[in-house]
């Protein structure tokens, strides 16, 4: 039942959850813009989201290596004082070679997405808080508030550029202040996660010799696999994405805000559906035949004329592209036992970073050598070979929870 998902822990975590996605959503638009004022343009902007998503993809192996060591408050509350260094950082240094450098063991998001450190311990941490019933359900109600956060934050993306204009001051300073924003949303992250409640000693475990014994086949089948789709979403992070807009279209940094606010309204609301629709016809099969049309209309989005036609297929990929996020996560969950969700959560999240993290520099120099959306007509083809694989190999696999499976 809904009214067993509001437990103390789970409300705290959803709360940071929606914090943080505010402020990847904000990011995720700014940096290229900050980048461009800078002097940098699409490949710089590319190497930083590479950047970015390796060094998320390291930190997520170490933490998941650790899996027992510490309760994952502690990691967490390790994770917020980054994130808040990160804002500082990226708003006093300028240089491009030590931006790389913070954006590397930083925190920031140029996807807005679910790759991050953060993501996998909150992942088990809430897996561990509810009952199996009710675990898509959650999944569905994190992402959702992760989706919209992230589109009020990218809504919010042009305030730096109007403020400066209406009180007459540099741009630069301006988007500075983002960063110092975003600083202040990781500290609040750090309070939220100090008030939850630590592992009573009755219920510790020794750290696992062997993280994962008994699901390791399936977790790196998985594993393989989301890291396929991760490599393809790569080419089309928003931080690219909003550039390929800018360049493509003329669009204001306020004008693609607006529209990676519906965007992500419209991803937030299909959790709820994913839900629903999985109860009906299994995870695996919700996953896959909602996310194969929504990947034709990716690459779709390359040829589109005029903005318009754009927007249309990019709000309609929207629609559908994310219901494959709190599914997969449920998925995973329950296909592992208890004990090694903690370190099957973060095996799966390292290799998507690290496939994720290639493919933005790749994309950034394509960006450069010509306006024509080649990315995402690669990562279109790419994330539709992901979707018939995954139905090849575990449509038959069913969590034992499913009563019903799709035939």
């Given amino acids: 039942m809904i009214h067993s998902l509001a437990t103390a822990p789970v409300s705290l975590l959803l709360t940071a959850r929606g914090i943080r996605s505010f402020g990847?959503?904000?990011?995720?638009?700014?940096?290229?813009?900050?980048?461009?004022?800078?002097?940098?343009?699409?490949?710089?902007?590319?190497?930083?989201?590479?950047?970015?998503?390796?060094g998320s993809a390291l930190?997520?192996?170490?933490?998941?290596?650790?899996?027992?060591?510490?309760?994952?408050?502690?990691?967490?509350i390790g994770a917020a004082l980054l994130m808040a260094s990160t804002g500082v950082a990226f708003a006093v240094v300028s240089d491009f070679w030590p931006l790389v450098v913070i954006a590397f063991?930083?925190?920031?998001?140029?996807?807005?997405?679910?790759?991050?450190?953060?993501?996998?311990?909150?992942?088990?941490?809430?897996?561990?808080?509810?009952?199996?019933?009710?675990?898509?359900?959650?999944?569905?109600r994190y992402s959702f508030i992760g989706s919209v956060m992230a589109a009020v934050g990218a809504l919010a993306a042009g305030l730096p550029e109007g403020a400066a204009k209406f009180f007459g001051t540099d741009t630069k300073l301006a988007l500075q202040g983002a960063f110092l924003a975003y600083a202040g949303l990781g500290a609040v992250v750090l309070?939220?996660?100090?008030?939850?409640?630590?592992v009573p000693e009755r219920q510790a475990r020794a750290p696992l010799?062997?993280?994962?014994?008994?699901?390791?086949?399936?977790?790196?089948?998985?594993?393989?696999?989301?890291?396929?789709?991760a490599f393809a979403g790569g080419f089309v992070v928003q931080s690219l994405l909003a550039l390929w807009l800018f360049d493509r279209f003329g669009l204001s940094l306020a004008t693609a805000g607006l529209i990676f606010f519906w965007t992500g309204v419209l991803s937030a609301f299909s959790y709820f559906v994913a839900a629903?629709?999985?109860?009906?016809?299994?995870?695996?099969?919700?996953?896959?035949?909602?996310?194969l049309p929504s990947n034709i209309c990716l690459a779709l989005v390359a040829f589109a004329p005029s903005l318009w036609l754009a927007v249309a297929l990019l709000l309609l990929r929207s629609a559908l592209?994310?219901?494959?996020?709190?599914?997969?996560?449920?998925?995973?969950?329950?296909?592992?036992?208890?004990?090694?969700?903690?370190?099957?959560?973060?095996?799966?999240?390292?290799?998507?970073?690290?496939?994720?993290?290639v493919s933005p520099m790749i994309s950034g120099a394509m960006l450069a050598a010509s306006s024509f959306g080649w990315p995402l007509i690669l990562a279109g083809g790419l994330k539709i070979a992901y979707d018939l694989?995954?139905?090849?190999?575990?449509?038959k696999r069913q969590p034992p929870e499913e009563l019903r499976p799709f035939t």
Avoid: C, K, W
């Avoid at 290229?32 to 590479?50: D, K, Q, R, S």
């Fill in 389 to 395: 694989l995954l139905l090849m190999l575990f449509r």
């Fill in 24 to 54: 990847d959503g904000l990011i995720s638009l700014v940096l290229p813009v900050y980048l461009l004022e800078l002097g940098y343009g699409a490949v710089a902007t590319g190497i930083i989201a590479t950047s970015t998503l390796l």
């Fill in 321 to 357: 592209s994310q219901m494959d996020v709190p599914t997969r996560t449920s998925y995973v969950m329950a296909v592992v036992s208890p004990e090694e969700r903690p370190a099957a959560a973060s095996m799966t999240a390292v290799p998507r970073s690290l496939a994720a993290a």
């Fill in 105 to 140: 063991v930083g925190t920031l998001n140029p996807s807005s997405g679910d790759v991050s450190v953060f993501v996998p311990l909150e992942q088990a941490e809430l897996a561990r808080a509810i009952p199996n019933r009710d675990r898509t359900r959650l999944f569905a």
């Fill in 59 to 76: 930190l997520t192996l170490l933490v998941g290596l650790s899996a027992g060591r510490a309760p994952g408050r502690t990691f967490l």
């Fill in 191 to 198: 309070a939220i996660y100090r008030r939850l409640p630590g």
């Fill in 276 to 291: 629903r629709i999985a109860d009906r016809i299994g995870l695996v099969n919700t996953m896959v035949f909602t996310h």
């Fill in 209 to 229: 010799a062997h993280p994962l014994r008994q699901s390791r086949p399936i977790v790196l089948a998985l594993a393989a696999l989301f890291s396929l789709d």
